[in-house]
């Protein structure tokens, strides 16, 4: 499947953007992004117009980039303002500059034509409410994009690969139920059980001792954005009618699955809680676990990646119940990327 | 359910998936590729 344009896609942390040039590419496009002194966030091609020298190899001049090579400066809006030697710049002297949206904590970039509509950008009010503290980090994938979608979309596989931390027996004998939202392109899948065991992951961080009842509630926004809203409780402990849930705990898991090339993707990963807000051991402890998580699935994903590069064209792969978040999400994006 | 929205449910202690239009029609199978292409069908949807 091909990479879907006209999109907005996440393409760093605030935290990551700043005085340096920080290069990453995007969609097979590579940016250079960088912060104004007024505190803009910027993303330009990471190509001199001249001689296609990495301006994220280059220097700073104000809010200007000198290019490393030969001198061409550029604006934040990617207009040439100088060559070497010469008065006269070339009207063709500028480098594409990307529409940036920050919000959230997250750097979000328009990977198309013309202008996105910010209003379109899926929200995470966790990554900035006083009322939640998160871990995050970013892991490179060598592998499809798809395949992490196909992941995140069937949690049954906590079972197998994430035994130990997050992975319990009853993730995967738990029936799901699956919604799509066809006007907005979002895939729900839900999964909520009763009574069963509490994995390490949150049995530590939460200090609960007995069984649980563990709500996954995945929110996906393709092609890059996904939500799993996850709750955890001793068993029998229901929220109020009012919504009100002071007894529970919980955690908004998200992910940002960012295609880098057609087989290599942006892994971010992000754990908000709202308990032990103050607790720097439970962070650390969240921050550690869930990266081992991610890297475990990179690990399986890396191997899927090299399989299926290798593998003749027309594997007819099987699907089951587990699968049916996973078949609706695939086709929200052939929408979307215009495959079949 | 909201207009636009299809559903599938995997009844607990069953291998059936039960798919749910918009429309409010609804169909049975155990293969979710079945479930879906029933469902992309509306209006056009055969008895199942």
């Known amino acids: 499947?091909?990479?879907?344009?006209?999109?907005?896609?996440?393409?760093?942390?605030?935290?990551?953007?700043?005085?340096?040039?920080?290069?990453?590419?995007?969609?097979?496009?590579?940016?250079?992004?960088?912060r104004t002194g007024a505190g803009e966030a910027v993303a330009l091609a990471d190509r001199c117009?001249?001689?296609?020298?990495?301006?994220?190899?280059?220097?700073?001049?104000?809010?200007?980039?000198?290019?490393?090579?030969?001198?061409?400066?550029?604006?934040?809006?990617?207009?040439?303002?100088?060559?070497?030697?010469?008065?006269?710049?070339?009207?063709?002297?500028?480098?594409?500059?990307?529409?940036?949206?920050?919000?959230?904590?997250?750097?979000?970039?328009?990977i198309g034509d013309g202008t996105g509509d910010a209003a379109a950008i899926?929200?995470?009010?966790?990554l900035t409410s006083p009322d939640y503290v998160t871990v995050r980090g970013m892991e490179p994938l060598a592998?499809?994009?798809?395949?992490?979608?196909?992941?995140?979309?069937?949690?049954?596989?906590?079972?197998?690969?994430h035994a130990g931390y997050i992975g319990t027996p009853e993730v995967a004998?738990?029936?799901i139920t699956t919604e799509v939202d066809d006007e907005a392109g979002i895939v729900y899948?839900?999964?909520?059980?009763?009574?069963?065991?509490?994995?390490?992951?949150?049995?530590?961080?939460?200090?609960?001792?007995g069984r649980i009842d563990r709500w996954q509630d995945i929110e996906y926004h393709p092609?890059?954005?996904?939500?799993?809203?996850?709750?955890?409780?001793?068993?029998?402990?229901?929220?109020?009618?009012?919504?009100?849930?002071?007894?529970?705990f919980h955690v908004e898991v998200g992910y940002a699955i960012v295609p880098e090339t057609d087989t290599t993707t942006h892994d971010f990963w992000w754990v908000a809680r709202d308990f032990a807000l103050d607790d720097a051991d439970v962070s650390r402890f969240l921050h550690d676990s869930n990266r081992t998580v991610v890297l475990q699935d990179v690990e399986a994903l890396d191997v899927l990646e090299k399989v299926i590069a290798a593998e003749p064209a027309g594997y007819q792969e099987l699907s089951i119940n587990i699968d049916t978040g996973g078949l609706a999400a695939r086709r929200v994006l052939q929408r979307l990327t215009g495959a079949r | 359910m909201s207009a636009g929205r299809l559903r599938v449910e995997w009844s607990p202690g069953s291998d059936r998936l039960t798919g749910i239009c918009h429309c409010g029609a609804r169909c049975t199978a155990e293969d979710p590729a079945a479930v879906w292409a029933w469902l992309l069908s509306h209006p056009d949807h055969d008895a199942s």
């Open chain 1, 143 to 161: 592998a499809r994009y798809e395949l992490l979608v196909d992941n995140l979309l069937d949690l049954s596989h906590e079972t197998y690969l």
């Open chain 1, 173 to 175: 004998q738990t029936p």
């Open chain 1, 223 to 248: 092609p890059c954005f996904y939500l799993l809203h996850s709750r955890i409780a001793p068993t029998g402990v229901e929220p109020g009618p009012d919504g009100d849930d002071p007894r529970a």
């Open chain 1, 1 to 34: 499947m091909a990479i879907a344009r006209n999109q907005w896609y996440v393409a760093a942390y605030s935290e990551e953007v700043g005085e340096g040039l920080l290069a990453r590419t995007i969609c097979g496009e590579p940016l250079v992004m960088y």
């Open chain 1, 122 to 126: 899926p929200r995470a009010p966790w």
């Open chain 1, 189 to 209: 899948v839900s999964r909520r059980m009763k009574d069963v065991e509490c994995p390490p992951f949150y049995a530590t961080s939460t200090g609960i001792e």
């Open chain 1, 49 to 110: 117009v001249h001689r296609r020298f990495p301006l994220s190899r280059s220097n700073r001049d104000g809010d200007r980039i000198v290019c490393g090579y030969h001198g061409f400066t550029y604006a934040p809006d990617g207009a040439c303002v100088a060559v070497p030697g010469q008065t006269r710049i070339p009207r063709t002297a500028r480098v594409p500059a990307y529409q940036v949206v920050e919000q959230d904590s997250l750097v979000w970039v328009w």
